[in-house]
């Protein structure tokens, strides 16, 4: 099972809005609805964002959004802040002998 | 509060084992997956696999398959990862998490960082 596919990375300003994406196949996004997003800052956990696509745990700032089509979904942040800068990460259950799989993560940096 | 403590870093010499602890609170332990994830320097998140409390049965990904074993206590509410003949790339922090069986993770612990050396 191949990890998923992002975009190494992406920037914005204050205030504006980002949209990561995150590739996979029909076997895993485009065929579950069981992706996940994670928040990482440098030498701390990663922090769960959005589940099952496009709900967000209790405490998570609702400018952060989560949608899915096909075999792609897609992290959005709006009213970019400066402390949304860190690494972004999707997940996709997959059904198979590994059963998750991560992308490989994008920077997301808050000019 | 929910919180998964892990045990402290260590340093093995390749070839050797590591075993990793993982001890819950806030939570019925048998209730929730309890999966492994590691990021080596620099890189992004790896799924290694997980372990139902419930019952004990466990999932590895392929690519651990035959290196790995999960197992618990659940008399301490405590996971544990042993991986066998670490090799230089398995320096990673490990990382253990509470998921919704097996669709996200929802807590993590602070991370094991295991150093291979020669």
């Known amino acids: 099972q191949s990890a998923l596919t992002q975009p190494a990375s992406v920037s914005g300003s204050p205030g504006q809005s980002i949209t990561i994406s995150c590739t996979g196949t029909?076997?895993?996004?485009?065929?579950?609805?069981?992706v996940s997003w994670y928040q990482q800052h440098p030498g701390k956990a990663p922090k769960l964002m959005i589940y099952?696509?496009?709900y967000r745990p209790s405490g998570v700032s609702n400018r952060f959004s989560g949608s899915k089509s096909g075999n792609t979904a897609s992290l959005t942040i709006s009213g970019l802040q400066t402390e949304d800068e860190a690494d972004y990460y999707c997940?996709?259950?997959?059904?198979?002998?590994?059963?998750?799989?991560f992308g490989g993560g994008t920077k997301l940096t808050v000019l | 509060q929910v919180q998964l403590v892990q045990s402290g870093a260590e340093v093995k010499k390749s070839g050797a084992s590591v075993k990793v602890f993982c001890k819950a609170s806030?939570?019925?332990?048998?209730?929730?997956?309890l999966h492994w994830v590691r990021q080596a320097p620099g890189q992004g998140l790896e799924w290694m696999g997980r372990?139902?409390?419930?019952?004990?049965?466990?999932d590895y990904a392929q690519k651990f398959q035959g290196r790995v074993t999960m197992s618990m206590d659940t008399s301490i509410s405590t996971a544990y990862m042993d991986l066998s003949g670490l090799r230089y790339d398995d320096t990673a922090v490990y990382y253990c998490?509470?998921?919704?069986?097996?669709?996200?993770?929802?807590?993590w612990g602070q991370g094991t960082l295991v150093t291979v050396s020669s």
């Open positions: 806030g939570y019925t332990f048998t209730d929730y997956y």
């Open positions: 099952n696509v496009s």
């Open positions: 372990i139902k409390p419930n019952s004990g049965g466990t």
């Open positions: 997940s996709s259950y997959t059904g198979s002998d590994t059963l998750v799989i």
């Open positions: 998490a509470r998921g919704l069986w097996d669709r996200y993770f929802e807590y």
């Open positions: 029909s076997s895993d996004i485009g065929f579950y609805n069981y």
